[in-house]
Nanobody, 124 residues
Framework: QVQLVESGGGLVQAGGSLRLSCAAS????????MGWFRQAPGKQREFVAV????????LYEDSVKGRFTISRDSAKGTVYLQMNGLKPEDTAVYYC?????????????????WGQGTQVTVSS
């Protein structure tokens, strides 16, 4: 089992940047595909980005392509989401998730472990 703790959220103006971190403990993150999801008020949780266990492949939701980058430091057991060019519509609680199966997935139900989330608010 792995425990996930997100950090790095906050309030930023449109066009600004934030870097979210997800610290994993309990098991090495090389055992998991690692993803980021977000949930805005009144909306369902949605996929943002995912990276394979090796870090060799990534997948992004269309609206964040070219602006967000997922990466990992396996030695530190940490996954990152670099967010540039933030827009008000990016405002949400962002969640880190781990999937035991190696295949990439954009589905919430495919992930086995979740963090508690970190709030990102982008002002216009």
């Amino acid at each position: 089992q792995v425990q996930l703790v997100e950090s790095g959220g906050g309030l930023v103006q449109a066009g600004g940047s934030l870097r979210l971190s997800c610290a994993a403990s309990g098991r090495t993150i090389t055992n998991y595909a690692m993803g980021w999801f977000r949930q805005a008020p009144g909306k369902q949780r949605e996929f943002v980005a995912v990276q394979t266990r090796s870090g060799g492949s990534t997948l992004y939701e269309d609206s964040v392509k070219g602006r967000f980058t997922i990466s990992r430091d396996s030695a530190k057991g940490t996954v990152y989401l670099q967010m540039n060019g933030l827009k008000p519509e990016d405002t949400a609680v962002y969640y880190c998730a781990a999937r035991k199966i190696a295949l990439l997935s954009t589905m919430v139900s495919a992930y086995d472990y979740w963090g508690q989330g970190t709030q990102v608010t982008v002002s216009s």
